[in-house]
């Protein structure tokens, strides 16, 4: 009996088909142009709310690029659904809660505003379209957001500007910085003139003993604040690989080390050694010190940087809790839902293709 | 618990697991759970307790109780089949015995007598395996 326990669920689950990215694409395609809103989630915080809402369309359209730049044939199944993607992550409606904390609209005062780091998820997401339609509808706003996005993180004094006032958080700005990367490979733009100082700078907020990001930071004076996360490392070495591939992978190296297995079922400790907590928004439920963020975004690192047994034992857990089944359009998780599917397909799809399609020769 | 109650219930939490992913989907466990209605919990929170204690065993507990089981079965048949044999070749022997004894008009030996009493079981008259008569 026990020696069953340990073979046959590890020998079942983590197998996965060619097919699958392509029929779990198509789903969360359908489940982003059939709409997502606020009031598809109830948090009981209106922010987390808006936050969750903004995380679906961000998450659906990085995993839905990836999955076209794997397999050109799906262009034109699943662009439709990425311009529908950044048309909606660009809405007043969707970034609401960042309006609400700042008391302006971040969209509409890039040129001379301050702060909004949040909108540097939705630039990631223009990128990645933009990457695959060099003159997509919101050409324009993308050039204006990325450059007011460099603007302020090439005079943030320690490599980080306020997501919310008063908030400052390091895996943010990785998603800056990887946004600001992505959309200069897409126009084969030299890399700017401040991103290997702001390296430098932001190699502060990786603590050395854990290997880990810190989660949050003093913008004003750089001190770290609270305990290094799983959670922010694992989606910082997601979208740091965009901008700078070796501060990503010794990220993923850190995350690496957070690594449990159970029966061949791989997990994520939220926290280093010496730490523990709940859990909060970011991490999502902590049990027994294993993170539900931290597990899902470690696949992405364990696809980048080829880490296929961590790999496998990590889709194991996902296939075994999150329950993989067919639909009309292909296949989904029935335990995700719209933000969680999101983020499997953007996590389980991570691959460095994009570099492949940059404008500038030799990226 | 005998061997065809626990293949009953493996073939359950198989069955629920299978099922219950469909129903629970199509009810939507991710917006209920969210959602903070308390008459939709009420539903969820056992059903999905119930789904995942069966898709757990289904996949770290049933395994092991089918090969118990299948163990079990296949030990029995062997067991049959031994006795089976055991009372065929008993009734060869008595058979030969009587044709030899028929033929020398002599007693037969002790030594076989005892060895047809051990092999003869109280089924040697039908098989386990089949339930046909001999």
Known sequence: ?363 | MTHQKMFVWCLACVVIDQIGARLLDSIGLVEGLLAPNGARLLLLVPLSFVFYGARLASYFVVPGLLLVVAGAVVVANLRAWRDKCACRQCQRERSLQRTINRASKSPSSGSRKGLCRLAVKPNCAGSAITGSSE
């Open chain 1, 1 to 363: 009996m026990l020696a069953c326990a340990a073979l046959v669920p590890s020998a079942l689950l983590g197998q996965r088909a060619p097919t699958d990215d392509v029929a779990f694409a198509r789903s969360v395609a359908k489940s982003v142009t059939s709409g997502v809103s606020t009031a598809s989630f109830h948090t009981g915080s209106a922010r987390f709310d808006g936050e969750w809402a903004f995380g679906t369309y961000l998450m659906a359209t990085l995993g839905l690029g990836q999955v076209v730049l794997s397999h050109p044939e799906e262009r034109a199944r699943l662009l439709p659904a990425m311009r529908q993607s950044t048309e909606q992550l660009t809405q007043n409606q969707t970034n609401a809660f960042g309006t609400e904390a700042w008391g302006n609209v971040g969209l509409d005062t890039l040129a001379r505003g301050h702060g909004h780091g949040y909108l540097g998820y939705a630039n990631l997401s223009l990128s990645m379209l933009r990457l695959l339609e060099p003159d997509m509808a919101q050409a324009k706003l993308h050039d204006e957001l990325t450059e007011a996005l460099a603007q302020r993180l090439a005079e943030a004094p320690h490599a980080l500007f306020e997501t919310y006032p008063g908030e400052a958080y390091p895996p943010d700005m990785s998603m800056v910085a990887g946004s600001i990367a992505l959309h200069d490979c897409a126009l084969g733009l030299p890399e700017r003139s401040f991103m290997p100082a702001w390296r430098r700078a932001f190699s502060r907020y990786v603590d050395p003993d854990s290997g880990l990001l810190y989660q949050a930071a003093d913008a004003a004076t750089g001190t770290p604040i609270g305990p290094p996360r799983g959670s922010g490392a694992a989606i910082a070495a997601y979208s740091l690989a965009f901008a700078d591939r070796a501060l990503s992978e010794r990220l993923y190296a850190g995350l690496r080390r957070q690594a449990v297995n159970v029966l061949g079922f791989g997990m994520m400790r939220e926290y280093p050694a010496g730490h523990a907590g709940t859990g909060d928004i970011d991490s999502g439920p902590v049990l027994f010190g294993v993170g539900v963020s931290a597990t899902g975004f470690a696949l992405a690192g364990a696809r980048l940087y080829g880490d296929d047994a961590l790999f496998t034992q990590l889709y194991r857990t996902v296939e075994l809790f999150g329950v993989p089944l067919g639909d009309a359009e292909g296949r989904h998780f029935m335990s995700g839902g719209p933000l969680g599917n999101a983020i499997l397909l953007a996590m389980t799809t991570a691959t460095p293709e994009w570099s492949r399609h940059c404008q500038r020769s030799g990226s």
